[in-house]
């Protein structure tokens, strides 16, 4: 009977100290980052693109209220401009090396560019508003879309920025923002359903004695046994091998889900340790007795493996 | 008393023919037609409903409505092309049932005009009737994002 009451008792234990039983805590999905900020042209300081063309500050603004609308916290560009002359973040007066050095220390994941230009003609004057969502990382293209505002015989050009960003179109009604947000949303869609893209590049580290084109114990290249890792672990085996040569081996696209098996979320970093994980223990034909080593830097959608 | 046996059988059966027969319903047509987008977030649209009586058409067009804001979009208006629940069937269909047979979906209608008969119907018989209504689309969109059936902007 003693026997029984301990047993009941343990028994409880541990169920009362399991998630899985009593619920897991919810999770909170991480948002991507998303910075607002000017086109600036090559020869054109983004610095100085907001203070010089108030055309800019109204279409920045009305694409600002558009994520307002759906909830969603844009990082703020001026503030971040003003942190980084604090911080001097600015090493180059470069225009691209400066626009490089902001976004990269924004921390944003996705920037949106936001581009304004007045035209004058005989018609009279009109607007055109451009707006681009790119990946901070991969470069990828989440969105674009074009307005133009019809010709007004008045130089109110903020009002024609306005009305390029929301005017009709035959019978149809532009609302350019919103447009813009749902082209978004739909990549965003297709992240949740199959998983975000990250680009995985294997490299080996300069003391290397060997290159991918290496047997290993198993038999196979050193580069197959890389290959086959993606292979069996790429979020719905879905992913684009670009490159492979003795040096490296590129993945241009890997997918990877956003939860782990727990439902908890799955970063670009834990598929890094994972990777890492993975192949480490790989022996060599030539060198059975050693391990290969392998370290793993994580820039942002970015992983690169080095093996040593 | 004589009974005509085989005329009241012959009565008897075309009576439970008739019952047990379907009645026609009206087609699920998605007829609703942008005007205008008076206020940032709001839109208004025409929407053409069916019903036995000129209430329960009007109560359809007023669904329709915004069922197609919901599942269908509205293509002549940009914000709104794109249906906020692209795939019902990947959402919990009780909640959208439920939004529906409660009226839920009042709280987000901010203007309308008085319905109008556009005719009778004969097959079957009820009403075909137009309805101006204006939707803010925005607090509807936070609302099914607050029952879960709508994803927030983002991942």
Known sequence: MKNVSILFLLLFFVLSTSNDLWGQEEVQQIQPRIMVMPYAKKDQDVRTVLEDDINFRVAISKVKEGFDNRGFTTIDFVGRLKAGEV????????PSDVKTALIEASGADIYVEVEAHTESSASGNSARIIL???????????????????FMRHD????????????????????????FLNSMQSKFDDIVENGRTVKVIFKLDGNAWFDFDYETTTG???SDAVYDWIHENAYKNNYVQTGASQLSVTFDQVRIPLRDKRGRNFTPYRFARDIRSGLRGITLEEDPDSEISVS????????YITLQ | MNYNYPLVTVLLLSTALVACSKKIGY???SEVKFLDNPYSGTVTVESIGYGDQIKEAEINAIQKAFQTIIYQGLPAFSGLSTPMIPDRTKVDQSILERFFSRNEYSEFLTGQEDVRVLGKLKNPRGYKVSKVVTINYNSLRRGLEKKGVVRKFGL
Do not use: P
């Not at chain 1, 793993?296 to 992983?303: A, C, F, L, N, Y």
């Open chain 1, 87 to 94: 911080d001097d973040i600015f090493t180059s007066d470069s």
């Open chain 1, 132 to 150: 681009q969502a790119f990946d901070a990382f991969t470069g990828q293209s989440l969105s674009n879309k074009t307005g133009i505002s019809h």
């Open chain 1, 220 to 222: 196979d290249y050193l």
């Open chain 1, 296 to 303: 793993r830097d994580v820039r942002g959608g970015t992983i």
């Open chain 1, 156 to 179: 109110q050009y903020d009002l024609l920025v306005e009305q390029a960003l929301n005017r009709k179109d035959g019978d149809t009604k532009i609302s350019m923002v919103e447009d």
């Open chain 2, 27 to 29: 087609l699920q047509t």
